[in-house]
């Protein structure tokens, strides 16, 4: 027993001179988690939710990237609720034109008519003469870049039933986006749950020279448009809430998207994030709702949901908006391709008329960023416009980039480094509204 108490106390003396060098090596080895709002910790957040791979509404990453938001808000204290809606939606399988030899990659039209059988047939330029002499009866209608007009006033709606009442069995539109990339424009009604007259498939204005080729020697065309259409699917909507009183500060950003949407919804993501443990371990006094909407694809749906669940405008001090396409990189289109630069995308913050001097203080380090008076911004502009027509005082970001609604809007498109003075503005503004 004796040599027993020696040995321990031998061991207590050595450990004992050693502590402080054992707790400093222990504390090293522990990941480290970076402090909100820094350039570090937001993109860290864009990463994670890059992971999940394609946002769109009812996928399984759709459902993943709520279920993250949800837990990570439950562990920050907020009182979180889950909102499911329902809607029909498709799940492509092969969407692609093959000619010859040839596969051209292509993206449906929402909402797709699907064809369970290949159709195959050539191709008939649009527009057309709709004067018989020139019908596309039997044909896959055509619209090439150089006669699509600007690639953000297109309506593949709107050529679709054009192409229909000519008598197409198909289309194919080369949207003129700049990245020369698919680009997919979110759906609209009538066709936000029903299906377009006829199939339709965008391809890359890359594209446009093969399908020139076909066009001009009318070589046959196979059109493949299949999937899943599921009648039953579901997104989900988060809403976090911190009650502490009659003022509230309601902070969103939409969670979906086409692709994987890095550039388009990561840095709206992120802030939303930090911006939440910001506000968990700083404020004390304001009531806060933190909303991340599904559905921001399709009309904005999972915004109609959530909006009635809002307090009441009067009782809401501000409505902060993280929008599309923060902290987004600018690029060099060279004859190796697009080149990466460091320097800021150009974006816009509207802010309903008595919140502007409080974006301006709050933003206006940040490089390329444009300050407007809400009531110029566009019908069509996103969820900020919902909220403001509903009567917040709210301010959003808004702007697109390079690889916005394409395949390639992936991790590279922001940094942490463009990201970080936005992590600045959001505390300066969060700060600026302590009592």
Same mark, same amino acid.
């Given at each position: 027993m004796a040599a027993m108490n020696a040995i321990s106390a031998k061991f207590s003396r050595s450990v004992g001179a050693h502590l402080p060098m054992l707790l400093v090596c222990w504390a090293l080895a522990l990941?480290? &988690?970076a402090t909100p709002l820094t350039g570090a910790s937001l993109y860290s957040s864009v990463q994670k939710y890059a992971s999940f791979g394609e946002h769109r509404t009812g996928s399984t990453s759709d459902h993943q990237t709520s279920e993250w938001l949800a837990s990570e808000l439950e562990g920050l204290g907020?009182?979180?609720?889950?909102?499911?809606?329902?809607?029909?939606?498709?799940?492509?399988?092969?969407?692609?034109?093959?000619?010859?030899n040839r596969i051209v990659p292509a993206f449906p039209h929402w909402f797709p008519q699907i064809v369970e059988q290949a159709v195959v047939a050539p191709l008939a330029e649009l527009p057309s003469d709709s004067v018989g002499s020139r019908s596309l009866a039997g044909r896959i209608a055509?619209? &090439?870049?150089?006669? &699509?007009?600007?690639?953000?006033?297109?309506?593949v709606s709107t050529v679709a039933v054009q192409a229909a009442e000519q008598g197409a069995v198909a289309l194919v539109v080369a949207v003129p986006h700049p990245s020369k990339a698919i680009y997919a424009r979110n759906a609209a009604e009538p066709f936000l749950q029903n299906p377009l007259p006829l199939p339709t498939l965008i391809v890359a204005a890359n594209a446009a020279p093969v399908l020139t080729q076909a066009l001009t020697t009318q070589q046959p065309v196979t059109f493949?448009?299949?999937?899943?259409?599921?009648?039953?699917a579901y997104g989900v909507n988060v809403l976090g809430r911190l009650d502490r009183g009659s003022d509230w500060v309601?902070?969103?950003?939409?969670?979906?998207?086409?692709?994987? &949407?890095?550039?388009?919804r990561g840095g709206g993501i992120a802030l939303w994030l930090d911006a939440a443990r910001w506000v968990a371990k700083h404020d004390r006094t304001n009531s806060y709702v933190f909303v991340s909407n599904s559905g921001h694809e399709l009309d904005m749906m999972g915004s109609k949901h959530t909006l009635p669940l809002m307090p009441d405008p009067a009782k809401v001090k501000l409505w902060l908006h993280l929008g599309a396409s923060i902290g987004t990189r600018q690029w060099e289109d060279t004859e190796e391709g697009f080149?990466?630069?460091?320097e800021h995308n150009r974006i816009y913050l509207f802010a309903y008329w008595t919140k502007l001097w409080a974006a301006w203080r709050s933003f206006s380090d940040v490089p390329e960023v444009n300050f407007l008076p809400s009531f110029v911004l566009p019908s069509d502009r996103g969820e900020l416009v919902h909220f403001?027509?509903?009567?917040?005082?709210?301010?959003?970001?808004?702007?697109d980039h390079l690889f916005f609604h394409t395949p390639d809007d992936k991790?590279?498109?922001?940094?942490?480094?463009?990201?970080?003075?936005?992590?600045?503005?959001?505390?300066?503004?969060?700060q600026s509204i302590q009592p």
């Open positions: 990941p480290v &988690a907020f009182e979180v609720e889950r909102q499911r809606f329902e809607l029909k939606q498709f799940f492509p399988e092969t969407t692609q034109l093959t000619i010859g055509y619209l &090439a870049p150089e006669r &699509a007009g600007e690639w953000h006033d297109l309506d493949e448009l299949d999937g899943r259409i599921d009648k039953q309601v902070v969103s950003t939409p969670s979906s998207g086409w692709f994987t &949407a890095t550039g388009e080149k990466p630069l460091g403001i027509h509903a009567g917040y005082p709210a301010m959003g970001f808004v702007a991790p590279g498109v922001n940094s942490a480094e463009l990201l970080a003075p936005y992590g600045v503005g959001v505390e300066r503004l969060l």
